[in-house]
């Protein structure tokens, strides 16, 4: 995919409020696909998946939505915390990628006190 | 459960010297993959391994970059000679074996950092 270098989409988000972080993937043949949050120094770090036969998938203060027919991904965080700021990637996978997993660029996701 | 292990977490070097990174996946943990993640972007997957064979090394600058993980467990990845674009993390995340003809989480170490000069 095309670089995004040091310019990464930003989410600026009030404390309590509720996030939604969104993301175009490419292959419709895609059968898997999945969120990781990545801090700082620090490896992406699992959050959520979901396969192709699901179009939701909640988990604690974090839902997954998929829609299939305009292949679009999206990651909803309940109630933001300082702690939610991060890179946030999303990913997909599958048999016809020989289920590699396929990053998208990342958003950045900036809590505001 | 302990996670992926990496070391070094940090590595400086000049161009044309030679590196190694160093990981360990969770315990039990059969496929093992290296990606390279460019400050701002999203990892690259360099190579793949399951068990001791290379499943995928299709994005594996081979004249430079090599890899192995010889008894199925730990893998080393090597740069030689280093070019100033090598500068990134390097990440290691492992997975469990696969079922049925799916694709399973992976998750990833806290990688090193590698600066070439």
């Known amino acids: 995919g095309e670089s995004v270098g040091l310019h990464l989409p930003t989410l600026s988000v009030q404390e309590g409020d509720n996030s939604i972080i969104n993301c175009a993937y490419s292959n419709s043949a895609s059968d898997y696909f999945i969120w990781y949050k990545q801090e700082s120094g620090k490896g992406p770090q699992f959050i959520i998946d979901?396969?192709?036969?699901?179009d939701k998938r909640q988990g604690q203060r974090v839902t997954v939505l998929l829609n299939k027919t305009v292949k679009h991904l999206s990651l909803q965080i309940a109630a933001t915390q300082p702690g939610d700021s991060a890179v946030y990637f999303c990913a997909e996978g599958g048999k016809a990628a020989g289920n590699k997993l396929t990053f998208g660029g990342g958003t950045r996701v900036l809590v505001k006190p | 459960e302990a996670g992926v292990a990496q070391s070094p977490r940090y590595k400086i070097i000049e161009k044309r010297q030679s590196v190694a990174f160093w990981c360990n996946p969770i315990?039990?943990?059969?496929?093992l993959y290296w990606y390279q993640q460019i400050l701002g972007q999203g990892p690259k997957l360099l190579i793949q391994f399951q068990n001791n064979g290379v499943v995928d090394d299709s994005q594996l600058p081979k004249d430079r970059f090599s890899a192995e993980r010889l008894k199925g467990v730990d893998s080393t990845l090597k740069i030689q000679p280093a070019k100033l674009e090598d500068s990134a993390v390097y990440l290691c995340a492992s997975s469990p074996t696969k079922l049925a003809g799916g694709t399973d989480t992976q998750y990833f170490g806290p990688g090193t950092r590698l600066t070439v000069l």
């Open positions: 315990s039990g943990h059969a496929t």
């Open positions: 979901i396969r192709s036969n699901m």
